[in-house]
């Protein structure tokens, strides 16, 4: 089984930055991949970036891109999101996820097979 677990939230102004953690525990997949996810009230969930473990490449959505920037360490499959240059419309509920595939649709959230908890972005202008 897999846990993810979610830090790094809070409320800061426009313009600034936080760093987003997600520590597994239980089982690992090396060759697997993970996102980061968004949710605002009222909005369906969305994808913000993702890395898959062979080979290190990362993505982004458009609206994150040059701002966010997605790392990790593939032997514990711990992962972090550097967010910088906030903006309100950056405001959500961000969700880490995981999944052991390694190919296919990794901005769906169909594709995973794990989520975090999740944890609150507020960024007020």
């Known amino acids: 089984q897999v846990q993810l677990v979610e830090s790094g939230g809070g409320l800061v102004q426009a313009g600034g930055s936080l760093r987003l953690s997600c520590v597994t525990s239980?089982?690992?997949?090396?060759?697997?991949?993970m996102g980061w996810f968004r949710q605002a009230p009222g909005k369906e969930r969305e994808f913000v970036a993702a890395i898959r473990w062979s080979g290190g490449s990362t993505y982004y959505a458009d609206s994150v891109k040059g701002r966010f920037t997605i790392s990790g360490d593939n032997a514990k499959n711990n992962m972090y999101l550097q967010m910088n240059g906030l903006k309100p419309e950056d405001t959500a509920v961000y969700y880490c996820?995981?999944?052991?595939?390694?190919?296919?649709?990794?901005?769906?959230?169909?594709?995973?097979?794990?989520w975090g908890q999740g944890t609150q972005v507020t960024v007020s202008s």
């Open positions: 239980g089982r690992t997949f090396r060759n697997g991949v």
């Open positions: 996820a995981s999944t052991w595939v390694s190919g296919g649709s990794f901005y769906t959230p169909n594709f995973y097979d794990y």
